[in-house]
């Protein structure tokens, strides 16, 4: 099984980054393989809106993007992590803009997904809408999608529920996957109420 996380900050070990990092060290700990890609690293051009993709099922576009769409569709889940600028900040959008040929012709469908969202005070659930919107309309399998806060780069790390519940997603993904499908007995709670019984820490 394998896992690919994209991590759309500009930041360096910034906060959605250090997330996405916890949720595959989760999996990997279960047994999958997984790799990580930075958007800020990559050459995506903006989504120029032809629509074209929905007949065809490919972009006409030649730039990173289609290495990374290859990963995705090969892959057993994705996990996508963004930093809340406004919503999803616009390598997040220019990104998932350009996921449109593959997500309008169902190569993610069935596909486990999570999602990441690190924002300073306000707005940081209306990001999590746009992944889980994404999730939705792809057909994908979402085990978790969730926001959190921290505002400088690495604030993440002090917050010990963030941390541990994205590490446990990336294990349940795995667990998941193994159990046809279904959440294994030990996750039927509610996930934050996992976390409390396993680990004696709050959500709020
Ligand atoms: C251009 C810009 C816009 C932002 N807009 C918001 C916002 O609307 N709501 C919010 O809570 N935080 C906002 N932030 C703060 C970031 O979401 C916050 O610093 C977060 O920790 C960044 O995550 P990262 O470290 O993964 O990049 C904004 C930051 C920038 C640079």
């Known amino acids: ?12 070990r910034g906060n959605s980054e250090i997330l996405v990092k916890q949720v595959l060290d989760g999996a990997t700990k ?7 890609i930075f958007i800020r690293d990559k050459k995506i051009q ?3 809106g ?15 993007m289609e ?12 996990v996508i992590g963004v930093p809340t600028y406004w919503t999803i900040g616009g390598m997040g959008v220019t990104f998932l803009d350009r996921l449109l040929p593959y ?8 596909k486990l997904a999570a999602g990441i969202v690190v924002g300073a005070r306000v707005a940081a659930d209306t ?23 921290a505002t400088a780069t690495g604030d993440i790390l002090k917050n010990d529920y963030a941390m541990k519940s994205a590490w446990e997603i990336g294990r349940l993904m795995v667990l998941f996957k193994e159990n046809n499908n279904k959440y ?21």
């Open 46 to 48: 903006f989504c120029e």
């Open 127 to 149: 990001a999590a809408g746009v992944l889980r919107r994404l999730f939705i309309y792809s057909h994908m399998r979402p085990i978790e999608c969730v926001a959190h806060y």
């Open 184 to 204: 294994p007995d030990e996750y039927t709670y509610p996930f934050s109420n996992y976390i409390r019984k396993k680990y004696d820490i709050h959500a709020y």
């Open 50 to 64: 032809c629509l074209d993709c929905m007949k065809t099922g490919k972009c006409y576009l030649t730039d990173d």
């Open 67 to 78: 290495e990374i769409g290859e990963k995705l569709v090969a892959s057993d889940g994705i």
């Open 1 to 12: 099984m394998k896992i690919v996380g994209i991590v759309c900050t500009p930041r360096i």
């Open 30 to 36: 279960a047994g999958a393989e997984s790799e990580i």
């Open 103 to 110: 997500t309008a012709s169902g190569k993610f469908a069935n």
